[in-house]
């Protein structure tokens, strides 16, 4: 898909993308994707649109949080053939876990993996819906890490521009869809 077509491809998902003001709390304006999921269209879209968006990045499985986060990872994972990590909370994981904390705006808060998910070595592509202040996906950067595995790259449906987020994740390749701006799109 050429940069051109994906920008069209961009365009058109936002028209499936719902903006609710003051969710969960007063002064965010929260992007709800559920309308994108719900429409079958739509969601091929994304998901051709991101696997396409990363075609260039070589990897041998994915690593997604829950919960939206498995929607694009199992699909980007089942379309490219290799595996799915799944990022949890903590206590969610039944064999032994490695874990990585991150900042909240009102607290820190924990993802954990298998510790046997990423062998030594393993090159993951970190895959979720939003990239907003940057702190879940450099926990899941951290957790790669953390076992011994290369990121390959990070890539996101919405990517929120103006909270910085991708300034987290230097030096990983970061790839988006669709990007906002302004708080207030």
């Given at each position: 898909m050429t940069e051109s077509a994906r920008a069209t491809a961009a365009r058109e998902l936002q028209d499936h993308i719902r903006t609710v003001t003051d969710f969960p709390r007063p002064g965010i304006?929260?992007?709800d994707?559920?309308?994108l999921i719900e429409d079958g269209r739509a969601l091929h879209t994304a998901v051709d649109a991101l696997a396409q968006a990363t075609d260039g990045i070589s990897y041998d499985r994915i690593l997604s949080a829950e919960a939206r986060g498995f929607v694009f990872g199992t699909a980007l994972a089942y379309r490219a053939k290799k595996g799915l990590i799944l990022a949890r909370?903590?206590?969610k994981l039944p064999r032994e876990t490695i874990s990585a904390t991150y900042e909240l705006e009102y607290g820190t808060d924990a993802l954990e993996a298998h510790a046997d998910s990423i062998?030594?070595?393993t090159s993951v592509l970190v895959a979720d819906d939003l990239l907003a202040t940057g702190g879940t996906a450099r926990a899941m950067c951290q957790l790669v890490e953390n076992a011994g595995g290369t990121v390959a790259g990070v890539a996101f449906l919405i990517e929120l521009g103006y909270l910085q987020?991708?300034?987290k994740l230097r030096p990983y390749r970061v790839v988006s869809l669709i990007t906002y701006d302004d708080p207030e799109d």
């Open positions: 304006s929260f992007k994707i559920t309308p909370k903590p206590n062998p030594e070595g987020g991708r300034e």
